[in-house]
């Protein structure tokens, strides 16, 4: 069984800084491209920022600049750096792994964990 677990999330003012993490577990063999998404309350889910196995990035224009994904692939673990934290970060954020090998050969794909809230106060 596999399993991605967020963590990290919290409220925070704005203006301050968050550090997510989303660490894969189980029978995990590699991940290639992982990816942070968000919802806010009454708004679709969006990309936040994506990292691919090659260490290519991709941000939301919203985020750019403040926030940092990266990625140990020793732990199958993935971080997103959030500063310079605004209200209108609030939402829960969620990971995403695009394909993980498991131990015994196989793979599953678009595997989400189950999310973490963060709440910047202004």
């Known amino acids: 069984q596999v399993q991605l677990v967020e963590s990290g999330g919290g409220l925070v003012q704005a203006g301050g800084s968050l550090r997510l993490s989303c660490a894969a577990s189980?029978?995990?063999?590699?991940?290639?491209?992982m990816a942070w998404y968000r919802q806010a309350p009454e708004k679709q889910r969006e990309l936040v920022a994506a990292?691919?196995?090659?260490?290519?990035?991709n941000y939301a224009d919203s985020v750019k600049g403040r926030f940092t994904i990266s990625r140990d692939n020793a732990k199958n673990t993935v971080y997103l750096q959030m500063n310079s934290l605004k209200p209108e970060d609030t939402a829960v954020y969620y990971c995403?792994?695009?394909?993980?090998?498991?131990?015994?050969?196989?793979?599953?794909?678009?595997?989400w964990g189950q999310g973490t809230q963060v709440t910047v106060s202004s």
């Open positions: 189980g029978s995990v063999r590699s991940i290639n491209a």
């Open positions: 995403k792994a695009e394909r993980i090998w498991t131990r015994d050969g196989r793979y599953i794909n678009n595997y």
């Open positions: 990292l691919t196995s090659g260490s290519s990035t």
